[in-house]
């Protein structure tokens, strides 16, 4: 079984500033990671994921996440960010036999002017 | 670009009463899924569906839900007889061979 721990429920920055949004993931076999946006009132847009090969990985408006096997994690940053990224951000995990998503908690990124 | 779409957007219905949530998928996908996200928690897997069978299903999958795919492109979810907790957003994802999941955009479901 899969598990996925966001550490931090809320993520408040001022525009511009660097973030970082922690995960962090446990699983006994090779797994898929993934964050998902969820602006509000929406449903879920794939950012960025990590199947294999390079552990950076670039997504969508600017984000990159980097995974780290031995810490078991998949950190998302953002170098500066901007008000329209204010949103809940899901980390998700898949692996092994079954095809199901393991989601964390959510962040709640809010940038202030 | 092709995007799974899911009807209706907003559901409203009486406790007991049935509700049929629909989606299409992205057409050449094989791996279906339907997730929960009750207000202000995070989302949860309820079924996902291959080769058309059930290929896993959460506990909170119960006898009440069903899932089906009555022809090529829509794939549906029935609430037999809702109940208050059964408030939440549902929604359909999809996938070709079982990585990334496409998500649509929801059917908020509200039981009174």
């Known amino acids: 079984a899969q598990s996925v721990t966001q550490l931090d429920s809320q993520v408040p920055v001022f525009e511009e500033a660097p973030v970082e949004l922690r995960c962090n993931y446990s699983?006994?076999?090779?797994?898929?990671l993934f964050w998902y946006v969820q602006y509000p009132n929406q449903g879920l847009q794939l950012l960025l994921k990590?199947?294999?090969?390079?552990?950076l990985v670039k997504g969508i408006n600017g984000f990159e996440a980097e995974f780290n096997k031995s810490q078991t994690s998949f950190h998302l940053r953002k170098p500066s960010v901007h008000i329209s990224d204010t949103a809940e951000y899901f980390c998700?995990?898949?692996?092994?036999?079954?095809?199901?998503?393991?989601f964390g908690k959510g962040t709640l990124l809010t940038v202030n002017p | 670009e092709p995007e799974v779409t899911q009807t209706p957007s907003h559901q409203v219905t009486q406790m007991g009463q049935e509700v049929i949530l629909r989606c299409v998928p992205i057409s050449n996908h094989l791996y279906f899924y339907w997730y929960r996200q009750i207000l202000g928690q995070k989302v949860e897997f309820l079924v996902s569906f291959y080769n058309n069978e059930i290929s896993e299903k959460s506990e909170i999958f119960d006898d009440q839900f069903s899932v089906e795919r009555p022809d090529g492109s829509n794939f549906t979810l029935k609430i037999r007889s809702t109940k208050l907790e059964d408030s939440a957003m549902y929604f359909c994802a999809s996938t070709y061979r079982g990585e990334t999941q496409y998500f649509g955009p929801g059917t908020r479901l509200l039981v009174l």
């Open positions: 998700a995990v898949y692996g092994g036999s079954n095809y199901k998503l393991t």
């Open positions: 990590y199947l294999s090969g390079s552990t």
């Open positions: 699983s006994s076999v090779s797994v898929y």
